[in-house]
């Protein structure tokens, strides 16, 4: 009792000194008064010069003029904030005198009543128990007065009956003094006997007499003993009544020195600093409204410099067009300068020939005269194209001085740009839709523009344009030795850069286009890259295709099957090859085996044995596996003792067999044993615990392999937390939380969906929601995980939302997603929206509700009180109702007390094979709350009778990442004796707080 009124002194000290901190950091963030800055928008408009980059001189003034006017508010606002610092001062010396005046009054008179009712709690708890001692005293010598009346009592009706026999004896013998035997066969010598046997029994009833009214004495000094003690109880009752009102007198004392003084003190300065806080929102909205004007003209200068950026290419285009003009120009200059220079010198020589000559050729100097007349008019063409070449030159120069002023301005732009442009190399699927958009006659012209802006890869480029027959070197003869191999090496080098299945078909007709379609290498990685995609019955089109596939292509078709969940044609195909002759190896027998049942594995492992794989590492472990899974522990077993090399993988595999099969003791032995343990080993074992359910072990488990530096990953993390979940260990899955955070463990669906689960289940639905934010793609099992924990919280209309969300975004809710939903409108009690549901699941979703759907319409009819029509519902449904089903709807008539519905439930359920505890427990109480005890008695008796024991309950708590479990009756514990101890001590302060329920509530 005492820590209870110490604590509750703290608490009311501790909300005293938050209350004050409180006001002093709403005053200290009040600020000056603000509601005199001037709105930006009253500011005159600024004009802008000519340029439209400078300010005029007036404006410059007008900006001077009013950044004074600023600075003279500023300052007076600074004397306002002394001002209001110097009250505040005065506050805090007013406070802490409250506060000393507080302290004084808690030194005084807080400990002599922590004191007095220390004592009296003292006094109280020892009445108590010698009062409950008395009783059994009382209780005693009540017990033993009635044994000793009842006594005496038959000694009186013995002392009676001899008395009669006595007295007809003694006349038997006056009368009959002639014989020596009386009529009743008793002899005159033994009639001194029997008078003395009577004179022992009245000694004896006369010491019982005196034994009974010493008892009676005794009693009466017992119950004038007990009236004593009353007596005493009532008056302490009386000093603990006065002391309580003492102590709330006090108390309100206090409460009102303090509330009086400064409640309305307090309530002004906080009038006072709600309207500085809105002067402050006001002026904070009017900045804002000034920023964004100055984005609003920021964005249309982007705007400019962006229709500057597209001019400046335009002007390259077309300088680079009569570049290429000119040069062309020059280059006819050139040849006819050259042929003049072949006239002159011709010309020269018939001139010192002689005139005669030069006569018989007229027609040749005919000739050179109109040669001379278009050179000089392809000279004048050539001036008046130099003429434009500068005057283009000079503009291409002020358009890359405009230019290289903006890539000055818009520097850092362009650089994030291409650092993002940088970050898309690794794309593939862009480079493949980038190269899929040119035509046959233009791909290498498009290749070529990818290559400069996007930093594709030059293999691709060339690998491509090898395909197209870009280059002269590759267009040689169809059926060149060299041609072929070089293109089946770009083909493969496409396919394994292929990231969209789009693109797959066009790739796939170059491949018959090319005539290698039936290239076993390329038609292996068109499978692989189909099966990757998730097209499977496309990568078996081609398979089927191709006239004699090869084991490797068999190898590839099996694992593509078994990739997308068709173990059944997987197995076919299997057996077709075998029937097709192809020989199998170590690399198909493993795909298979990943797909095949214990039947099919049987049969593989006799071919293994007749193929002579019997020794291949792979084949063997796979098959472990298999026999683990399948319960044939002794051949898993037989097959990991035959292994010539029995490393840490093979030790993993045999440990989850192990798990597998429950034999979780033998698993442990062999993990010991293991000298060079991995993460995977670690998680094998961990994840093992957790499946037997040895929650404990496994985290026991995990702070050892923490202990041994062993880096743990994201499968290990989800192990740890499907632990904590188990036992609501949610510090310890808070550390793990952050212990994924700390590693950078990627957030991916499996590790989210793990947190969201342990955070639900162990009370923080909050932080459940936090990372179901935070997850980026997210999955239907995330959102089934979401909706089952607000479920679980009631917050059935979120998950409702959720659940809308869901199908918004185009996710297909399965039937884990509708028992989910149903669960949140059972616990929110919606009947309308449960029942809407369930009769939409085939129509609207295509999903055939199961027993647990059905399960969850019984659990939302009972929990509203619609019985009958549970019971109806559950005879109508086209499946065997379980015991769990039954067992809800036994449930629900116990909470609404049908008793005749509820006797009808529970015969069902005797009738079944094996009854349940949970049955007999739930009959019983349901006979209990009616007040049919009898019943009830049987009903336990029954259960007792038929060899059923009730499941011991189970509790955990968590101390310091340490879970403790702790079953009914449990004395397992190391630590029993002072647990059980202190349980016992605060019963007996829960009992006495119990009944002075009254005092606690007055302080």
């Not at 609003?296 to 285009?317: D, G, M, P, R, T």
């Not at 119990?994 to 509530?1001: A, P, R, V, Y």
């Amino acid at each position: 009792m005492e820590s209870h009124h110490a604590s509750l002194g703290r608490r009311t000290l501790e909300e005293i000194r938050q209350k004050r901190a409180a006001q002093r950091l709403s005053k200290a963030s009040s600020g000056p008064d603000l509601s005199e800055i001037p709105n930006p928008a009253d500011f005159p408009v600024i004009r802008k010069s000519e340029s439209g980059n400078r300010l005029s001189e007036t404006d410059v003034g007008a900006l001077y003029s009013q950044l004074k006017e600023l600075q003279k508010k500023n300052a007076e606002m600074e004397e306002r904030n002394k001002i209001l610092s110097s009250k505040l001062q005065t506050k805090e010396v007013e406070n802490e005198s409250l506060e000393t005046r507080l302290n004084v009054l808690e030194q005084n008179t807080v400990p002599s009543l922590r004191k007095a009712l220390k004592e009296i709690a003292m006094e109280k708890d020892a009445a108590v128990v010698l009062r409950e001692d008395l009783s059994a005293q009382v209780r005693t010598l009540k017990r033993r007065v009635n044994q000793a009346e009842e006594e005496q009592y038959r000694a009186e009706e013995d002392a009676a009956s001899l008395r009669a026999e006595l007295n007809s004896i003694q006349q038997q013998a006056m009368g009959n003094s002639f014989a020596g035997m009386s009529p009743m066969g008793v002899s005159p010598d033994q009639l001194p006997i029997l008078e003395k046997e009577m004179a022992n029994l009245k000694l004896e009833l006369q010491k019982e007499s005196v034994l009974r009214q010493q008892e009676q004495h005794r009693l009466a000094e017992e119950q004038t003993r007990v009236a004593s003690l009353m007596s005493e109880k009532q008056e302490l009752e009386q000093k603990i009544s006065v002391l309580s009102s003492r102590a709330s007198e006090v108390s309100e004392s206090g409460q009102k020195v303090f509330s009086v003084e400064d409640k309305e003190k307090l309530e002004k300065q906080l009038h006072d600093m709600a309207v500085a806080l809105e002067r402050l929102e006001s002026s904070r909205q009017k900045l804002l409204m000034e920023i964004d004007n100055q984005s609003s003209e920021i964005e249309k200068l982007f705007e400019e410099n962006s229709n500057l950026s597209a001019s400046y290419q335009e002007s390259i285009n077309i300088s680079n067009q009569w570049e290429n003009q000119v040069k062309e120009c020059l280059k006819q200059n050139v040849e006819l300068r050259e042929v003049l220079d072949k006239l002159r010198t011709e010309q020269a020589g018939s001139f010192s020939r002689g005139p005669s000559e030069f006569e018989a050729n007229g027609s040749h100097g005919t000739d050179t005269l109109s040669l001379k007349g278009e050179l000089a008019k392809e000279q004048s063409r050539a001036e008046s194209l130099s003429a434009q070449v500068l005057q283009l030159s000079a503009q291409l120069q002020q358009a890359t001085q405009a230019y290289n002023g903006l890539m000055r301005i818009y520097k850092p732009v362009l650089r994030n740009i291409e650092s993002s442009l940088i970050k898309l190399k690794q794309d593939g699927s862009v480079t493949v839709a980038h190269f899929g958009s040119f035509s046959s006659s233009l791909i290498l012209e498009g290749l070529e523009f990818g290559y400069r802006k996007s930093s594709i890869e030059r293999e691709m480029i060339s690998s491509l344009a090898a395909i197209t027959g870009g280059p002269s070197t590759f267009r040689r003869d169809p059926d060149s030795n060299t041609l072929r191999l070089s293109r089946r090496k770009t083909l493969i080098s496409v396919l394994r850069s292929c990231k969209n299945i789009a693109h797959v078909p066009s790739i796939h007709a170059k491949i018959i286009r090319t005539f290698h379609d039936q290239d076993a290498f390329v038609v292996f990685e068109l499978i692989r890259v189909c099966s990757t995609l998730d097209s499977v019955d496309y990568a078996y089109d081609v398979f089927s295709y191709v006239s004699n596939p090869n084991v490797y292509l068999y190898t590839a078709m099996i694992d593509g099957f078994v990739s997308s969940g068709r173990s059944a044609d997987g197995v076919s195909l299997y057996h077709r090859m075998i029937h097709n002759s192809v020989l199998p190896d170590n690399y198909v027998i493993t795909s298979v085996l990943k797909a095949c049942d214990l039947k099919v594995c049987r049969e593989i492992h006799a071919q293994v044995l007749k193929l002579g794989f019997g020794s291949s590492r792979s084949v063997g472990l796979k098959m472990m596996e298999i026999y683990g899974k399948s319960g044939e522990l002794v051949n898993a077993k037989k097959m990991f003792d035959e292994m010539p090399d029995r490393d840490h993988v093979a030790a993993t595999v045999m440990i989850n067999c192990y798990s597998e099969c429950g034999f979780i003791k033998e698993a442990l032995e062999l993990f010991q044993d293991v000298k060079i343990k991995d993460t995977v080993c670690w998680t094998a074992m961990i994840d093992g615990l957790v499946r037997n359910k040895e929650m404990n072990k496994a985290l026991e488990l995990f702070r050892e392999m923490q202990m041994e530096n062993v880096s743990a990953n994201e499968f290990t993390a989800v192990c740890v937390l499907s632990a904590c979940s188990d036992l609501g260990a949610l510090e310890l899955g808070r550390w793990v939380h952050s212990f994924v955070e700390n590693q950078r463990m990627e957030l991916s669906n499996f590790v989210g969906n793990a947190l969201i689960n342990m955070y639900s289940r162990c009370g923080d639905i909050n932080k459940a929601r936090r990372v179901f934010r935070v997850m980026r793609d997210k999955d239907v099992i995330s959102y089934n995980t979401m909706i089952s924990g607000l479920a679980m919280h009631g917050a059935s209309v979120e998950a409702i939302n959720e659940f809308r969300d869901m199908v918004n975004r185009g996710f297909r809710p399965n039937q884990v997603t509708l028992v989910a939903l149903l669960n949140a409108c059972s616990h929110g009690g919606l009947l309308d929206i449960g029942l809407e549901v369930f009769n939409s699941m085939k129509r609207v979703f295509n999903v055939e509700p199961q027993i647990e759907h059905y399960g969850c319409i019984v659990d939302l009819l009972g929990r509203v009180g619609r019985l009958e029509e549970a019971y109806r519902f559950i005879e109508n449904i086209p499946i065997e109702p379980d015991h769990i089903m039954l067992g809800t709807l036994l449930s629900a008539c116990k909470i609404h007390g049908n008793m005749e519905l509820g006797e009808k439930i529970a015969k069902r359920l005797f009738e079944s094979e094996n009854p349940d505890s949970g049955t007999y427990v739930l009959l019983s109480n349901l006979y209990a709350s009616s007040g049919k005890w009898k019943e009830s008695t049987e009903i336990r008796e029954s259960m007792r009778d038929s060899g059923i024991e009730k499941e011991p309950g189970c509790s955990t708590i968590e101390v310091d990442n340490q879970i403790h479990e702790f079953l009914v009756g449990d004395i397992a514990h190391p630590h029993k004796e002072a647990i059980y101890q202190r349980l016992q001590e605060l019963n007996r302060i829960l009992r006495f707080k119990e009944n002075q329920i009254d005092i606690i509530m007055g302080f």
